[in-house]
């Protein structure tokens, strides 16, 4: 074989494992190689967070009658995701707060179940907490991840919807919630 078909011959095989690459790229981060991520924040507010979709979408944000900002993610089965700031002493823990949000959902939610507490990661560090209940004769879940900013404010990201909506964005709540960071 001569050398301008060795050439031809090795392009081909890089631009082959270039493509494939690629495709094992997607397949492992698919909320990632196939959407667009949008970096999210407002002038009066002290936090930035990265959208990992389109789909994504800001349905209110802070303002006069309310801290909360609120998205929502569309796909026929909505998801909801509330942000919330909220100011606590400065011995209260991550810990504590979930304690009293479990306490508070057994004695109000029907057929409420707790899943698993998970330390968590990010720019700002934490704890998820996930549970189930039913709501309007249908199983709804909450996901709450909880990020202090210090020992005196903790950040509430609380997504709500149907059970296997949330399972399948499981990735993209992780995402956002790894991403929210302060200003």
Request: hydrophobic share 45%; aromatic share 6%; proline share 0%.
């Given at each position: 074989m001569n050398t301008g078909a060795k050439v031809i011959m090795n392009f081909l095989r890089l631009g082959l494992l270039s493509i494939f690459t690629m495709l094992i790229v997607a397949m492992i981060f698919p909320s990632t190689a196939w959407s667009e991520t949008r970096t999210y924040t407002a002038e009066d507010l002290d936090y930035v967070l990265v959208l990992p979709s389109a789909r994504w979408r800001s349905i209110n944000g802070p303002g006069i009658d309310s801290e909360d900002t609120?998205?929502?993610?569309?796909?026929?089965?909505?998801?909801?995701?509330?942000?919330?700031?909220?100011?606590?002493?400065?011995?209260?823990?991550?810990?504590?707060?979930?304690q009293r949000r479990q306490t508070l959902d057994r004695a109000v939610l029907l057929g409420y179940v707790k899943e698993k507490i998970e330390p968590f990661d990010g720019h700002l560090s934490g704890a998820r907490y996930a549970y189930e209940y039913v709501t309007d004769g249908k199983p709804t879940a909450r996901l709450i991840y909880y990020l202090e900013a210090n020992n005196r404010i903790i950040y509430r990201l609380e997504f709500a919807g149907s059970l296997d909506r949330l399972r399948q964005l499981s990735d993209q709540t992780d995402f956002i919630a790894r991403s929210f960071q302060l200003k």
């Open positions: 609120e998205f929502r993610y569309d796909n026929g089965d909505a998801v909801h995701l509330r942000i919330r700031r909220e100011l606590v002493n400065a011995e209260v823990t991550v810990a504590d707060l979930i």
